[in-house]
């Protein structure tokens, strides 16, 4: 596919003489750039969308949902009147 971009005529004979030091064309050298920059840019979703939770993570879950009756601070202050004889 054809792109048109507007470039400084000084940076255009740079980069060609950066493509013919590396033997390749200006296009790939242009398409190697944009690459990297979405790659950078994308990089934190990415990074999110790969994330899972390691094998001893997933270990220390032991129900996958809350018992509804439990009074959670009820225990709590249990635990409390045990520990410090509140």
Do not use: C
């Not at 050298?29 to 997933?58: G, H, N, Y």
């Amino acid at each position: 596919m054809k792109l048109t971009l507007n470039i400084e005529p000084d940076l255009i004979d740079q980069i060609k003489t950066v493509a013919k030091k590396r033997n390749t064309s200006v296009s790939k050298i242009v398409e190697s750039f944009f690459k990297k920059e979405v790659q950078t840019e994308m990089e934190p979703f990415r990074m999110k969308e790969e994330a899972e939770l390691s094998d001893w993570v997933k270990s220390l879950v032991v129900v996958d949902h809350a018992t509804p009756d439990f009074d959670h601070k009820a225990e709590y202050h249990k635990h409390l009147e045990e520990k410090y004889g509140i």
